[in-house]
């Protein structure tokens, strides 16, 4: 207790990784995005067929380095949350006391993206570390206009951009607040602005000529997640409901954050504090604007935006809270936070215990390794051919790629045109093995590739760590076998 007390953060932040790093490894199998990460990381150079291929790098350099073992993944998805902790701590030190900097940060853990989802290392876990490390150099060089600052912030944004679009917006909000703040518009003179752009755009340009060489396929998927299916009958409704749930979703994901600092200080007196012209106007352009910009978007366009395209943006919740709904702070208060910061980090890891031991689902406790090796030998029996290829779904495919012993090819979706990084004439001559969830799966893989041979099924048994079994059953066959 003497340590909690004394290094509150510190005790925060280790308590925090170990939880969040360690209770993944009651999964039977890693996630999807992380394998497709490790994936794409092992077969992708600028670009991948969703996203620029930041995530896959990083997620395929930390599996090597723990040799091969889930824990790198469950590892790097926490090194990412940590970072984001001590940036946004740095940049919370800008506008708030350091008790209240610190309780700021640790207020997050209420926002269920810095826990519990991020058991799934993707691009969205990447983005917490990186929206903070670009606005807090942001920040400082526009506070010292030290070209070193304003190099770090394109660097970063930079990084942003390259590892997944809807950064954009984050560099959007920046914008905004530079042409709207006269203070901020000031630095337009001098060369740093301009040596930011530049460096962030040199770090983008690879992916940037990588999706000119690949005519610009990967925006399909972009635009595709990006639903406006729905609402036929009553086309206006998409222009109502798809922004309410939007804004609904981070604000419940976000609940246990407002709840613990507006119930730490529900007999609080109203704290009057003073703010510049110039920190009101960035907490609220970097802080809020991103949120708005999107809600934005989902109203003017009809579009259904995925609730986790918010990860990155509830990244200020803690500052917001406390320089824009202050309370007279003390002692008391700040216990009663830490309390429920750890009350909330308890029940959620419980919650998660709960949902890996009793879900029987295959993207929890697919038996991977005997899974690939069973289609591997399903593979020889039907062929002498070298095993170099896999195709179908995402999640059959790639846990073959990664557990088979030959280290099959992930084709994925079956469309060699959407995963360019392969030969296409050394696909078809040397043929693959086709496994989908489904069976209308299988049929579109029949319309995308000739010669595909007719469904087999294989029952699976899922077995989740209470001894509960699910049975599953995958369709697989061959192409030009």
Same mark, same amino acid.
């Given at each position: ?31 999807m ?31 090597e ?6 824990? #790198?993944? *469950?590892?790097l998805?926490? %090194? /990412?949350v +940590? $970072?984001?902790?001590?940036? &946004? !701590?740095? @940049? ?25 989802s ?16 670009t ?14 600052d ?35 518009r ?5 060369? #740093?602005? *301009?040596?930011?752009?530049? %460096? /962030?755009? +040199? $770090?983008?340009?690879?992916? &940037? !000529?990588? @999706? ?11 635009l595709?997640?990006s639903?406006?299916?729905g609402?036929?009958n ?13 804004l ?43 949120l ?17 395209w918010?990860f990155?943006?509830l990244y ?5 809270l ?7 702070f ?38 991977a ?80 590739l000739d ?10 048994a ?17 192409y030009?076998?």
């Amino acid at each position: 207790m003497t340590m909690l007390k004394k290094y509150p953060f510190v005790c925060f932040l280790i308590l925090h990784f170990l939880v969040w790093s360690l209770i993944p490894l009651l999964r039977g199998s890693m996630p999807m995005d992380s394998i497709e990460a490790i994936v794409w990381g092992q077969y992708c150079d600028w670009g991948t067929n969703k996203h620029p291929s930041l995530s896959g790098h990083m997620a395929y350099w930390f599996y090597e380095l723990f040799a091969n073992s889930h824990y #790198g993944i *469950y590892f790097l998805s926490q %090194v /990412c949350v +940590l $970072v984001a902790f001590i940036y &946004l !701590y740095k @940049l919370a030190k800008c506008f708030l006391p350091m008790d209240k900097a610190v309780l700021s940060v640790m207020l997050l853990e209420g926002v269920i993206y810095y826990g519990y989802s991020a058991m799934e290392f993707n691009v969205n876990v990447v983005s917490l570390a990186l929206w903070p490390m670009t606005v807090y150099y942001f920040y400082r060089a526009l506070q010292d206009n030290k070209l070193s600052d304003w190099a770090l912030s394109g660097l970063f944004a930079g990084l942003n951009m390259f590892n997944k679009y809807v950064s954009a917006i984050l560099l959007l909000s920046m914008l905004v607040f530079m042409l709207y703040d006269k203070n901020a518009r000031a630095k337009f003179k001098f060369l #740093g602005v *301009y040596v930011c752009a530049i %460096v /962030c755009l +040199l $770090v983008f340009l690879p992916h &940037l !000529y990588w @999706l000119y060489e690949h005519k610009f396929f990967v925006l399909e998927y972009f635009l595709g997640r990006s639903s406006k299916a729905g609402f036929e009958n009553l086309p206006i409704l998409k222009h109502i409901v798809y922004p309410i749930r939007f804004l609904g979703a981070q604000v419940l994901f976000s609940l246990g954050t407002i709840l613990i600092y507006f119930i730490a200080n529900k007999k609080a007196k109203k704290e009057t504090q003073s703010i510049t012209a110039f920190d009101k106007n960035f907490l609220l352009c970097l802080g809020l604007l991103p949120l708005l910009i999107m809600t934005a978007i989902s109203l003017i366009l009809g579009i259904k935006l995925k609730s986790m395209w918010g990860f990155p943006v509830l990244y200020m919740t803690g500052i917001l809270l406390f320089k824009f709904f202050g309370r007279e702070f003390n002692d008391v208060i700040k216990v009663k936070m830490i309390k429920g910061v750890y009350t909330i980090m308890a029940l959620m890891s419980v919650a998660l215990v709960c949902v890996i031991l009793f879900n029987k689902s295959d993207k929890f406790h697919l038996p991977a390794h005997s899974y690939a090796s069973q289609m591997e030998s399903i593979y020889h029996q039907q062929t002498n051919k070298p095993f170099k290829y896999v195709a179908g779904d995402v999640w059959w495919t790639t846990n073959v790629a990664m557990y088979a012993p030959s280290k099959p090819k992930p084709v994925i979706w079956a469309d060699i045109k959407k995963n360019p990084w392969f030969d296409a004439d050394d696909f078809n001559s040397s043929g693959a093995l086709i496994v989908t969830a489904g069976k209308s799966e299988y049929q579109a893989v029949q319309k995308i590739l000739d010669n595909v041979s007719e469904p087999v099924t294989l029952e699976l048994a899922i077995k989740n760590p209470v001894g509960k079994i699910k049975r599953k059953t995958v369709y697989y066959g061959f192409y030009n076998i």
